[in-house]
């Protein structure tokens, strides 16, 4: 009797107890092998995030193992849920990959960190021209003078469309001059009042659609200086009003509530959309999947008071933890140099971001007018980001949900959003 | 005949040494470690240094998020502990004498539990689909209410509940039968020749012996409860509406400390976390002298 009790305190406790142990997790095995001395075998582990873009690499990575005998690559892939904490915590650690990619919006912390090895030298090694680059994105990975990665290649934001859905509507397919109002007039024509149709999807994706409009309206999200919040400003709240009323005002969307059990792009695909504004990250997706191939076509997103699109791109970083710093930075680089650009555009992966590759994009699925895609980026607005981007970008959902709802207007879920994100700005 | 050099007590303790040596790595320092983490300052990169009651003070005056995971928590933790009488009815019915297949219910109630969480969350989400769900087919064709079940903020808490009782349910079963099985048939037999129909045995019998599996699958699915985060981040999402209604404590712990990179006050949540779930255990021990029956 009495050991029975001891035997339930026990188990008890020891269920108690793995809550302690939370912390520790994640950091995946990683690492090299070998000592790196001359003429040995160096291997290196590449991280990234992306399944869609794994042909694209190893056969990137394949050119460059041809290049460099004796050096071998490995790719993990984890998935974007996991990348970043996974990404921390193994290099905090020391048992980090090598070489991962990273973005602007990212960076910062790791700079801070001092984790990050300086390419400078290697990309001085390699011969690439820094003038071929996007200078926006170079910007967003360089601090204090010193390059810590380059831009692999660049997306922008367009207004795809499924052209069947046009044609059974007996409407004319969008083109890259019309306006926003032409956007809620064809969307009403196009939903169906049954449901099974909508005209367009309002997905709360900072991304894709608002951050777009709010710098359309001639709002910003972040100042300048990277200090204050622009959310509370009459175009910011226009931008994101412009969404919020195509679900609940025109009804020509489904609502948040739709999107959070199936995601705008799988509805979309499925021909429940017209319309939905998204990255040219997905052309690759469209193309091997046989109706989006067949039915799907883009052109550039409408516009607001001005032009505008969210550019954004990836660049490869070498992390200080390597065991190998000579190849890491070197392999760095070259991810993000012309024949990586060159093959990543070829096969339509992305937009390659070494200039005279980006045609190749365009032609790799001539079924798309792809070029939509580099039309626009001369209105690109770089994704916006601060020191700490997290702090506050982890909170828009929060905030403006009950804006997407219906349950709060448009100002003031701004006004709550505007005031917190001012605070985390402030700490940085 | 040679002296015994070790008296026993000294075999004993070089013998708990190693488990115990197991408990202080894996438990108790990271324990002490994750205390002091919650009065530092610093990122993962840098390091953290002691500062003081910041986090704690944060906590306390700005925690309504930490509050309203917690009453979710809670909620969750009192509707899952619902599955405890279903699993004790399912485990009675599958103890009648002369009932025939009875590993084959046995394997398929258990089938959950050796299922991934991620892949029955899934299914799970695909079920309760507000737009194409098989729920609301079903619910459709008979004329009840239909909604986006994860994605409501009314009801998104409870589907994720219904989905926990599920899978708790094969190991409550297993604990529970094998509770059963020790009862033994001499009382049950004499309740019967002294006239007890099958449900007075049940209550007035066979419940009684089994308070000690009741109350341990109790305890075990309020722990269990408590720390409830893979059905929650699969099932509902990050752009989820229903979500800052819905958010259990483990999953701001979650946020704060890998979304928003503040390990700090990942800390201090997942310290209060580890009192609540302490105080509640403590709780269940106290009442379990009211109503658990060591044979």
């Known amino acids: 009797m009495k050991s029975t009790k001891i035997l339930l305190a026990l188990a008890a406790t020891a269920a108690v107890l793995t809550l302690a142990a939370c912390g520790d997790n994640g950091a995946s095995a990683g690492g090299s092998g070998g000592d790196g001395g001359d003429g040995e075998e160096v291997n290196l582990t590449f991280a990234t995030f992306s399944p869609d873009q794994e042909p694209a690499i190893r056969q990137i990575l394949d050119v460059y193992e041809e290049q460099n005998p004796g050096v071998t690559v490995e790719i993990q892939i984890i998935p974007w849920t996991d990348y970043w904490s996974t990404l921390q915590t193994s290099t905090a650690g020391g048992t980090g990959p090598d070489v991962a990619w990273m973005l602007g919006a990212k960076i910062g912390a790791y700079i801070d960190g001092g984790v990050l090895l300086p390419l400078d030298d290697a990309f001085e090694a390699s011969g690439l021209d820094i003038e071929n680059y996007p200078e926006q994105l170079v910007d967003l990975f360089v601090d204090d003078g010193t390059t810590y990665a380059l831009p692999k290649d660049f997306d922008t934001i367009g207004l795809w469309y499924n052209k069947a859905l046009f044609d059974e509507a007996g409407l004319p397919y969008p083109t890259p001059d019309w306006t926003w109002d032409d956007v809620i007039t064809n969307a009403k024509a196009l939903t169906k009042p049954d449901g099974s149709v909508y005209g367009i999807g309002a997905p709360m994706d900072p991304q894709a659609t608002y951050y777009n409009t709010i710098y359309q309206a001639g709002g910003e999200v972040i100042s300048e200086d990277g200090t204050t919040s622009g959310y509370d400003s009459p175009e910011a709240i226009e931008g994101i009003k412009f969404w919020t009323d195509l679900i609940n005002v025109h009804h020509v969307s489904p609502t948040l509530e739709s999107f959070a059990d199936t995601e705008s792009v799988a509805q979309f695909m499925s021909g429940r959309l017209a319309m939905l504004t998204t990255g040219s990250f997905y052309a690759i997706r469209f193309a091997n999947d046989e109706y989006s191939s067949q039915n799907f076509d883009v052109t550039e997103l409408p516009a607001g008071a001005q032009e505008a699109t969210i550019i954004n791109g990836i660049g490869n970083v070498a992390l200080a933890s390597t065991e190998h710093p000579e190849e890491a930075a070197e392999l760095a680089v070259f991810l993000s140099g012309e024949e990586a650009s060159r093959i990543s555009s070829e096969t339509g992966t992305v937009i390659g971001s070494y200039a005279g590759t980006e045609q190749a994009f365009v032609d790799a699925f001539p079924q798309f007018n792809l070029q939509a895609f580099l039309d626009q980026a001369e209105n690109g607005v770089v994704l916006p980001v601060s020191r700490n981007t997290d702090a506050w970008a982890s909170r828009e959902g929060e905030f403006l949900t009950p804006a997407w709802t219906g349950e709060q207007t448009v100002e003031e879920a701004a006004a709550g959003l505007a005031a917190a994100m001012n605070e985390a700005l402030a700490q940085e | ?295």
Do not use: C, K
Not at chain 2, 53 to 77: C, K, P, S
Not at chain 2, 153 to 178: H, K, R
Not at chain 2, 189 to 194: C, I, P, V
């Open chain 2, 1 to 295: 005949m040679r002296p015994n050099r070790y008296p026993d007590n000294a075999w004993a303790a070089i013998l708990l040494a190693v488990p115990f040596g197991g408990l202080v790595i894996f438990y108790l320092w990271p324990l002490l470690r994750t205390v002091l983490l919650s009065f530092s300052e610093g990122t993962a990169f840098t390091g953290y240094t002691i500062t003081g009651f910041e986090n704690w003070r944060q906590l306390f005056e700005n925690g309504d998020d930490v509050w309203r995971a917690l009453l979710n928590t809670l909620v969750y933790a009192a509707i899952v502990l619902l599955g405890v009488p279903i699993a004790m009815v399912i485990a009675a019915l599958l103890h009648q004498r002369g009932l025939g297949g009875r590993s084959f219910y046995r394997t398929l109630y258990f089938v959950p539990v050796v299922t991934m969480p991620v892949a029955v969350a899934m299914v799970w989400r695909y079920i309760y689909n507000g737009d194409f769900g098989l729920l609301n087919e079903v619910l459709d064709a008979v004329g009840g209410p239909t909604r986006a079940w994860v994605a409501d903020p009314d009801t998104a808490l409870y589907a994720v509940a219904v989905v926990g009782i599920w899978m708790a349910l094969g190991t409550n079963l297993i604990i529970l039968a094998a509770g059963l099985e020790s009862v033994p048939p001499s009382l049950e037999e004499a309740a019967m020749l002294d006239g007890a129909g099958p449900v007075r045995r049940f209550f007035s019998v066979t419940v009684p012996l089994l308070t000690p599996s009741i109350f341990l699958v109790s305890v075990l699915s309020v722990i269990g409860s408590l720390q409830m985060f893979d059905l929650l981040f699969i099932m509902l999402g990050r752009t989820n509406p229903a979500l800052a209604d819905s958010r259990t404590i483990v999953y701001l712990f979650y946020e704060e400390a890998f979304v928003r990179n503040d390990r700090p006050l990942g800390a201090v949540i997942a310290l209060v976390t580890l009192v609540v779930t302490l105080a509640v255990t403590a709780v269940q021990f106290r009442l379990q002298r009211r109503w658990v029956t060591y044979a």
